[in-house]
């Protein structure tokens, strides 16, 4: 994977946007590009805020882009990887997906859950699938083994495969519970929401 020159900046955030914050570090304020869904989970303006980042150099442009975990920025510098995913696209897809449910859809080969992601058609999706399986495997990502019967069960049960998905993401990974109790506490964590 990419490394970046600068890995992370902690500074005091000035001012947030969509899918942008600045942080002030000494004199100098950085506009850093983020996932949409990054920002509610900021620091409070005028608050010390770290996030880790990825420096893009463009033959026009540096863009410094930042994520909440390093987690996400790994991901991120995965999928920047794959030909046909710039840093826009990929910002798209971490605005969607945390690192653990891009690792579950990826493992699943499920291209239909990119679907709304901006950018992504069917053929990035599958391109997107096949080239980041096996490579987000870490202490971040989520172990799909024989999530299948309970994605399934849950779908019988009238939930969609995503939510079924954001369910397992939710359980314990330690690998010892049955299909049947991994199905009750999806159920349970579902139903508290």
Not at 47 to 68: A, C, K, N, P
Not at 81 to 104: H, Q, Y
Not at 124 to 151: M, N, Q, Y
Not at 169 to 179: C, E, I, K, N, R
């Amino acid at each position: 994977m990419a490394s970046s020159l600068i890995s992370s900046v902690i500074g005091i955030l000035q001012g947030v946007g969509s899918d942008w914050a600045d942080l002030s570090i000494g004199a100098v304020t950085f506009r850093v590009s983020i996932p949409s869904s990054s920002v509610e989970h900021l620091s409070s303006v005028g608050e010390t805020t770290r996030l880790y980042t990825s420096l893009q150099v463009r033959e026009d442009s540096l863009t410094l882009f930042g994520f909440l975990t390093e987690e996400t920025r790994l991901a991120f510098e995965a999928l920047i990887e794959i030909n046909g995913v710039g840093p826009k696209v990929a910002l798209s897809v971490l605005s969607r997906f945390t690192p653990d449910s891009l690792a579950m859809a990826v493992s699943a080969g499920d291209t239909d859950d990119f679907g709304g992601v901006g950018g992504v058609g069917k053929k990035t999706a599958s391109r997107i699938v096949l080239e980041l399986k096996g490579k987000l495997e870490g202490e971040w990502a989520v172990p799909f083994v024989d999530e299948g019967d309970v994605v399934e069960a849950l779908a019988a049960l009238g939930y969609s495969v995503a939510e079924a998905r954001k369910a397992i993401s939710s359980l314990p990974t330690d690998g010892v519970a049955s299909v049947e109790d991994k199905v009750r506490m999806a159920l349970k964590w579902l139903s508290s929401r």
